[in-house]
C-alpha cells in the first residue's frame, strides 16, 4: 500500500469538498437569498365560493406586520373593512377583530418561492383559521390563494406593501 499516494487522495478530497461547501454556501446566500418580507403589508382577500350566500363575493382588507426569521414567518393581522351581501364597514380601535400569523417560506430555485401562512383570528363569536399560499414576487406586491374555516370560504389573496385604492 503507498501511503504517499493515500494521504494525498486524503488531502484533495477535504480540499476539494470544503471548495464545493463554500461555493454552495455563497450561491445560497449570496445568489439565491430567502426573500425579506418583514415590514408592513395590507391583504385583500376576495370570496369566490363559501358555504354561506351572503359571503360571496365579499372582500375583506387586512393590516399586517410581518417579519421572516431565516424561512419562519410570524406577524400579527388586524381586520379593516369589511364589503359584502350585508353592507359595507371600517373597522377602528377596539373594533377590529385581531389575529397571529405563522408560515414559512419555501424556497424554490427554478419557480417563485412560496409564502405558506396559516392565520388564526379571533373575532367577535370565536377564533378562526385561515390558510394561504402566496406567490412571491420581486416587487412589493404578492398574490395567491386562500382557504377559511369561516363558511368554508376559498378565493384569492393580494397582497402589497402601500393600502389598497
Not at 385583500?44 to 431565516?70: A, K, Q
Not at 400579527?76 to 364597514?89: C, D, F, L, M, Q
Not at 424556497?107 to 379571533?122: P, R
Not at 377564533?127 to 374555516?149: E, L, N
Amino acid at each position: 500500500m503507498n501511503f504517499d499516494s493515500f494521504f494525498s487522495d486524503v488531502i484533495s478530497t477535504v480540499v476539494g469538498g470544503s471548495l464545493l461547501t463554500v461555493i454552495f454556501f455563497a450561491a445560497k446566500e449570496k445568489i439565491f437569498p430567502l426573500p425579506n418580507i418583514s415590514g408592513p403589508w395590507n391583504m385583500r382577500l376576495t370570496t369566490e365560493s363559501s358555504s354561506y350566500h351572503p359571503y360571496f363575493g365579499m372582500i375583506l382588507i387586512y393590516e399586517i406586520i410581518m417579519w421572516n426569521d431565516g424561512s419562519r414567518v410570524y406577524g400579527a393581522v388586524e381586520k379593516v373593512h369589511e364589503k359584502s351581501a350585508t353592507g359595507e364597514r371600517y373597522f377602528v380601535g377596539k373594533n377590529r377583530t385581531r389575529g397571529v400569523i405563522e408560515g414559512c417560506i419555501q424556497k424554490n430555485y427554478f419557480s417563485a418561492d412560496k409564502l405558506l401562512l396559516h392565520i388564526t383570528e379571533v373575532g367577535h363569536g370565536r377564533a378562526s383559521s385561515t390558510f394561504h399560499t402566496i406567490t412571491i414576487r420581486p416587487k412589493s406586491v404578492m398574490a395567491g390563494r386562500f382557504q377559511s374555516m369561516v363558511a368554508e370560504q376559498i378565493g384569492t389573496s393580494e397582497w402589497q406593501r402601500g393600502p389598497f385604492a
